[in-house]
């Protein structure tokens, strides 16, 4: 019994069932129609569930998010890199990115309407937007922190400049890399329900939106906990990607020295 209660901590199961518990006795002394328990919320699920409505919206928007932040991250990886390992050329680019970063990416649902259209490319757009800069800035982050006496020493060795890339600048910047793509993550899904819910006709942000229509607060409730099932299904799928590639370059376990030498 003592093994079982361990492992359920350890887990994380035995904070589920807490949190399950305490969402149900807030619920069960408060109005249904506004705070819907797991009950009723798992009964929303299965009506939702019966013509797939459910499925197809959790497909589509975990597409949106998959095809937005592998291209935002496909072109801030080698941006971050230049940058960091560039003086004269992050000269030229820092200002303008540390103006245009802290405008959020919701500021530009209808420019990019109008821009991409109403389609998918609009918010394809949005969140690669949305992935861009903290990808960038991460990676960036590790091109700089990168030792110089390990440049100086590969160089002197006769490595040439794409040797000294490949095989001392990548994997010092890997780990931010990595951080990076996984905040860059959140940040994509917090984009997407922003889109759908202005300009969309499917989608987890529009079950959401369009749930108030009908005032079926466990819809919503079970938009947002489809949420958090994608997020952390993908969060827990870059741990493990990145874990195994950590590993490949010899450099697992680091993460909390990485951690604070980025700070």
């Not at 802290?102 to 757009?125: D, R």
């Not at 010092?172 to 329900?193: E, Q, W």
């Amino acid at each position: 019994m003592l093994w079982i209660l361990r492992k359920s901590y350890q887990t994380g199961i035995f904070t589920w069932i807490i949190g399950l518990l305490i969402w149900e006795a807030a619920a069960s002394v408060s109005n249904p129609d506004f705070l819907p328990g797991p009950y009723r919320t798992l009964q929303g699920a299965l009506e939702l569930s019966q013509d797939g409505s459910l499925f197809r919206y959790i497909g589509i928007s975990f597409l949106r998010v998959l095809t937005g932040w592998v291209l935002g991250s496909a072109i801030a990886i080698p941006l971050g890199i230049i940058m960091g390992r560039f003086k004269s050329f992050r000269a030229v680019t820092e200002p303008f990115l540390n103006f245009i970063r802290f405008i959020p990416p919701l500021a530009f649902i209808t420019l990019f309407m109008l821009w991409f259209g109403i389609g998918e490319k609009s918010k394809i757009m949005l969140i690669l937007y949305s992935t861009l800069f903290i990808v960038l800035l991460n990676t960036m982050s590790g091109a700089l922190a990168v030792e110089e006496d390990k440049v100086r020493s590969a160089r002197s060795m006769g490595a040439s400049e794409w040797q000294i890339l490949l095989h001392v600048i990548v994997p010092d910047t890997v780990p931010y890399m990595f951080t990076g793509i996984r905040l860059a993550m959140g940040s994509s899904f917090m984009a997407i329900i922003g889109a759908e819910m202005v300009a969309a006709n499917s989608g987890v942000g529009f079950m959401i939106w369009n749930s108030r229509l009908y005032f079926k607060t466990d819809w919503i409730f079970v938009g947002l906990l489809s949420l958090g099932i994608m997020g952390f299904a993908a969060d827990r799928a870059l741990g493990l990607l990145g874990g195994l590639t950590l590993r490949r370059y010899g450099i697992a376990g680091k993460g909390r020295t990485v951690q604070a030498r980025g700070k």
